[in-house]
């Protein structure tokens, strides 16, 4: 199965960086695209990078952060998703690896879907087997993760959680009706799907 490659890059799109690499860049762009927020000649910084990572985060139907470190450019892009809307998930690894620091941090802290192969991905993004959920042939795509894709204990879930004031989840498992696991669950999914998010008091709407 063949897919189309698309660079982002941190300088201008006619500068190959590392220059090693110049080959692998004429590839891509004679069989995908290079992209970039910056101008033609501009050299790379170390700012840009950090620039191209939003970009990365952005043009991205969901990402995942398979090995970061606490402080890495992974976690970096992992942070644009998240608060950009962006399904986020997180492979986990040994609680000893320094490597898996950040992945451990996203899924505590952060909201993120725990995920453990394609399948689990492909689950979260809602794909079909014919194509992208919510995309009708003909017809416009619809939000992935749109509320009425949502499961029902998600839907309860959501319709729980306070619109401004936050709130527990041992209270929003009770006005929602199910149990503790189901709604940490539940509220790992709506966060990576930028539903809701966490504060000072718990969990409420994302704004």
């Known amino acids: 199965m063949h897919g189309t490659t698309v660079a982002v890059l941190a300088c201008g799109v006619d500068r190959a960086h590392p220059v090693g690499h110049g080959e692998l860049f004429r590839s891509i762009r004679e069989r995908g ?13 170390r700012p840009s990078f950090l620039v191209r990572n939003r970009v990365i985060a952005a043009l991205s139907r969901g990402t995942v952060v398979v090995e970061a470190a606490r402080r890495s450019g992974a976690l970096n892009t992992a942070r644009h998703a998240r608060d950009l809307g962006r399904p986020l998930m997180a492979v ?40 992208p959920a919510g995309q009708d042939p003909g017809g416009p795509r619809r939000p992935v ?30 006005a929602a009706g199910v149990d503790f696991d189901t709604v940490m669950r539940c509220l790992g999914g709506l966060a990576a799907a930028g539903f809701v998010e966490r504060c000072d008091r718990g969990w409420r709407l994302r704004r």
Not at 110 to 120: K, L, M, R
Not at 150 to 162: F, I, K, N, Q
């Open 33 to 45: 695209a290079l992209v970039s927020e910056w101008p033609p000649g501009r050299m790379p910084t």
């Open 92 to 131: 986990p690894g040994p609680v000893t690896s320094a490597q898996s620091a950040g992945c451990h941090q996203v899924i505590r802290d952060w909201g993120a879907v725990c995920v453990t192969g394609a399948a689990e991905v492909m689950e979260m993004l809602e794909f079909a087997a014919d194509g």
């Open 145 to 174: 993760l749109a509320r009425d894709l949502l499961d029902p204990d998600s839907t309860r879930v959501l319709e729980a959680v306070p619109a401004r004031a936050g709130t527990g989840p041992a209270r929003i498992a009770v």
